[in-house]
């Protein structure tokens, strides 16, 4: 079974820039997995921030962006802010319906 | 503005059975697919089921094949979750979410916790 793969955890320090990957226990991340990523403090809903790669959800700022780089899907955090710490999840489209978070990221903003 | 808004959840004992809905609004409801999506308590986020915009496609996470059922009703701008067989791992907060497209996950509820305990 393939499993998606997150940094358990990461730091920025404030206003610096963050990349968080996405990648597969077997095989390359792809455009084709129509990789997207979430934004969830504790307690709170998730929020999408990015979906189908690179494509910003409504009202997310242009700090937060996607992209594919090697052979994973990555979120970049630009100018790093004290609430950006929070937990990041991404989603793999694993085909015939399926999708398939990653065990997310605790970024620390310090 | 999207707004989805669970309800249904609560305390079940383990192989009963409880339906889940999520009510939405600000956006064609028929048009969109939609997802369930859960958190174990401490845990990260776990895909459900997705359906697609006219309930013609339904699938599920190998975790609650078989044993849950995913349905829409696009007269009334409604999702649904029947659970059945539930077990102590089904305890999570449930969330609805809808996308464009099956492989989108984009607006979210906000939750609904469903409790599996003797």
């Known amino acids: 079974q393939t499993v998606v793969t997150q940094e358990p955890s990461f730091s920025v320090s404030p206003g610096g820039t963050v990349t968080l990957t996405c990648g597969l226990s077997s095989g390359s991340v792809s455009t084709s997995y129509y990789p997207s990523w979430y934004q969830q403090t504790p307690g709170q809903a998730p929020r999408t921030l990015i979906y189908?790669?690179?494509t910003r959800s409504s009202g997310v700022p242009d700090r937060f962006s996607g992209s594919i780089v090697g052979n994973k899907a990555a979120l970049t955090i630009t100018g790093a802010q004290a609430d950006d710490e929070c937990d990041y999840y991404c989603?793999?489209?694993?085909?015939?319906?399926?999708?398939?978070f990653g065990g997310g990221t605790k970024l620390t903003v310090l | 503005q999207v707004q989805l808004v669970e309800s249904g959840g609560g305390v079940v004992q383990p192989g009963r059975s409880l339906r889940l809905s999520c009510a939405a609004s600000?956006?064609?409801?028929?048009?969109?697919?939609m997802h369930w999506v859960r958190q174990a308590p401490g845990k990260g986020l776990e895909w459900v089921a997705v359906i697609s915009y006219d309930g013609f496609n339904k699938y599920y996470a190998d975790s609650v094949k078989g044993r849950f059922t995913i349905s829409r009703d696009n007269s009334k701008n409604t999702l649904y979750l029947q659970m059945n067989s539930l077990r102590p791992e089904d305890t999570a907060v449930y969330y609805c979410?809808?996308?464009?497209?099956?492989?989108?996950?984009?607006?979210w509820g906000q939750g609904t916790l469903v409790t599996v305990s003797s």
């Open positions: 989603v793999l489209y694993m085909g015939s319906g399926i999708s398939v």
């Open positions: 189908s790669t690179n």
């Open positions: 600000g956006f064609t409801f028929s048009s969109y697919a």
């Open positions: 979410a809808s996308g464009e497209v099956v492989t989108a996950i984009q607006g």
